[in-house]
């Protein structure tokens, strides 16, 4: 069974930074696209950055210059590490990972960036 499990969210102030951590189980790791979305009250969940099997980095417009997603195949663990935060980051942040054709979720970690 696919697991994924976020952490390293918390409040941060404007031009802060944080770094996300999600840690996989149940797939092998190094073979998947790998996402971190987030949605925000009223918003839908939108995609941040993906890292493919080989390495190749895609993000969002709004985040560009300020996050960076990476992989570590051998702990099974992606991570976006987060600077110059916006209080328009403020979100709920979620590892995603399409495993077997099906859609796999974690819980998500919460990102609030306020004075």
């Known amino acids: 069974q696919v697991r994924l499990v976020e952490s390293g969210g918390g409040l941060v102030q404007p031009g802060g930074s944080l770094r996300l951590s999600c840690t996989a189980s149940g797939i092998n790791f190094r073979l998947y696209t790998l996402n971190w979305y987030r949605q925000s009250i009223g918003k839908q969940r939108e995609l941040v950055a993906s890292?493919?099997?080989?390495?190749?980095?895609n993000y969002a417009e709004s985040v560009k210059g300020r996050f960076a997603i990476s992989r570590d195949n051998i702990r099974s663990r992606l991570s976006l590490q987060m600077s110059n935060l916006e209080p328009e980051d403020t979100a709920t942040y979620y590892c995603y990972v399409q495993f077997r054709g099906s859609p796999f979720w974690g819980r998500g970690t919460q990102v609030t960036v306020s004075s």
């Open positions: 890292i493919t099997s080989d390495g190749t980095t």
